[in-house]
């Protein structure tokens, strides 16, 4: 007990990073079957970051821009998001699902798209 005492923040970190490995290998294997029903792969990094490198495929949609351009973005096919590390766009699937978006997936980082779409 007094080991969870004094380390549990160090265990709660490893919780959450271990979601995110698990979370981000869930959707990757979902790919295959969320591109046959015409998945969107967003990129919400910013727009110096998409130009410096991004996965072929996606589009950019800035985090910051995203609640003024959701319209662009239809409710009908999975929305499948990326940025560097995988906490914007866990922001923007907080903001699709808010506005009502169902099929809304968070891969992680935007290399993990690499050789996938």
Not at 10 to 20: C, G, P, T
Not at 50 to 55: E, F, T
Not at 65 to 74: G, T
Not at 79 to 108: E, H, P, Q, W
């Amino acid at each position: 007990m007094e080991i969870i005492k004094n380390y549990w923040p160090l265990i709660v970190l490893s919780l959450w990073f271990s979601y995110k490995w698990w979370n981000s290998k869930k959707v990757i294997a979902m790919l295959p079957e969320l591109k046959k029903k015409g998945a969107i792969f967003i990129d919400v990094r910013s727009q110096g970051e998409y130009a410096s490198g991004c996965a072929p495929g996606t589009i950019n949609i800035p985090l910051q821009e995203l609640q003024s351009r959701l319209d662009e973005v239809s409710k009908n096919v999975p929305i499948v998001l990326c940025c560097a590390s995988g906490t914007r766009s866990g922001m923007a699937k907080m903001v699709f699902k808010k506005n009502g978006y169902k099929d809304v997936y968070n891969i992680g980082t935007w290399t993990k798209f690499l050789n996938r779409i």
